[in-house]
T-cell receptor, first 110, second 117 residues
Framework: EAQVTQNPRYLITVTGKKLTVTCSQNMNHEYMSWYRQDPGLGLRQIYYSMNVEVTDKGDVPEGYKVSRKEKRNFPLILESPSPNQTSLYFC?????????FGQGTRLTVV | AQKVTQAQTEISVVEKEDVTLDCVYETRDTTYYLFWYKQPPSGELVFLIRRNSFDEQNEISGRYSWNFQKSTSSFNFTITASQVVDSAVYFCALILGPVAAGNKLTFGGGTRVLVKP
């Protein structure tokens, strides 16, 4: 069964404290993305990766980093979180034209 | 660039009423896929349907049905005889095919459905 697993599910942190949200997939596919969800704005792409060591900016990349050292994992890094990054985050695997979502990470930055 | 619009931000109905959620999309590509997702209060995204641009047949799955009309660039979703458990936010999304840069999903803003007993 295709799965995307992200952790943690919930996280409360303080402004400026670096954090990483992990994401792993078992589909052995190249395409992965991170999205953030905000009320009224739907989900917007932060970063995507088309393969190992190949990443690129999505629509709202400011304040985020990603890495793709291996196909399975695609962590989202917030070097210095700010309150405007309080949001619901989803890691998504998109093999071909399907989409497999992680469970979501609800991040609060105070 | 692609765009998906869900004009209804919130719909409130009484149980057993039918509810239709509108989704209008824009793309210059001829090959694309449309999705509907349900997001209950717990936050996860539940896949409902995926439809490719070459298949305009309407689909019914239990109380759910979808009406895809390329002529009006719409992919509307109807819940028949709504139930309280249908209360959620519903998202329409589009992805280009077969494989496009980033395989980006473009989402509408979502429609919150509240079904009252």
């Amino acid at each position: 069964e295709a799965q995307v697993t992200q952790n943690p599910r919930y996280l409360i942190t303080v402004t400026g404290k670096k954090l990483t949200v992990t994401c792993s997939q078992n589909m052995n596919h190249e395409y992965m993305s991170w999205y953030r969800q905000d009320p009224g704005l739907g989900l917007r792409q932060i970063y995507y990766s088309m393969n190992v060591e190949v990443t690129d900016k999505g629509d709202v990349p400011e304040g985020y980093k990603v890495s793709r050292k291996e196909k399975r994992n695609f962590p989202l890094i917030l070097e210095s979180p700010s309150p405007n990054q309080t949001s619901l985050y989803f890691c998504v695997g998109t093999p071909n034209t399907e989409a497999f979502f992680g469970q979501g990470t609800r991040l609060t930055v105070v | 660039a692609q765009k998906v619009t869900q004009a209804q931000t919130e719909i409130s109905v009484v149980e057993k009423e039918d509810v239709t959620l509108d989704c209008v999309y824009e793309t210059r590509d001829t090959t694309y896929y449309l999705f509907w997702y349900k997001q209950p209060p717990s936050g996860e995204l539940v896949f409902l349907i995926r439809r490719n641009s070459f298949d305009e047949q309407n689909e019914i799955s239990g109380r759910y049905s979808w009406n895809f009309q390329k002529s009006t660039s719409s992919f509307n979703f109807t819940i028949t005889a709504s139930q309280v458990v249908d209360s959620a936010v519903y998202f329409c999304a589009l992805i280009l095919g077969p494989v496009a840069a980033g395989n980006k999903l473009t989402f509408g803003g979502g429609t919150r459905v509240l079904v009252k007993p």
